[in-house]
């Protein structure tokens, strides 16, 4: 059984930066595509970025030039540095991992969310 454990989430100030994290366990394959999503208030979840076993990476439009998603396989572990966060940016974010998450198909492993809130 896998496991994603998000942590990192808080309250921030209008251009101010977090990094989240998502420990994973279990058997989980190295080969798995990574992502994260957020939710907001009234809105549906939206995929932000992605990272397949390569490390090529992926974004919404909105976060390009501002969030990075990096992950560090020794360590079954994926990031997202996000920075000049805006009021926008506030959401639930979730981890997910499978085999076609890069190219937008969701995986069947999901975190608990963690929540991110920026102040204007």
């Known amino acids: 059984q896998v496991q994603l454990v998000e942590s990192g989430g808080g309250l921030v100030q209008s251009g101010g930066s977090l990094r989240l994290s998502c420990a994973a366990s279990?058997?989980?394959?190295?080969?798995?595509?990574m992502g994260w999503y957020r939710q907001a208030p009234g809105k549906q979840r939206e995929v932000v970025a992605a990272?397949?076993?390569?490390?090529?990476?992926k974004y919404a439009v909105s976060v390009i030039d501002r969030f990075t998603i990096s992950r560090d396989n020794t360590k079954n572990t994926v990031y997202l540095q996000m920075n000049s966060l805006q009021p926008e940016d506030t959401a639930i974010y979730y981890c997910?991992?499978?085999?076609?998450?890069?190219?937008?198909?969701?995986?069947?492993?999901w975190g608990q969310g963690t929540q991110v809130t920026v102040s204007s």
């Open positions: 279990g058997v989980i394959r190295n080969t798995y595509d």
């Open positions: 990272i397949n076993s390569e490390g090529s990476t």
């Open positions: 997910n991992a499978g085999a076609h998450v890069f190219v937008g198909i969701p995986g069947d492993y």
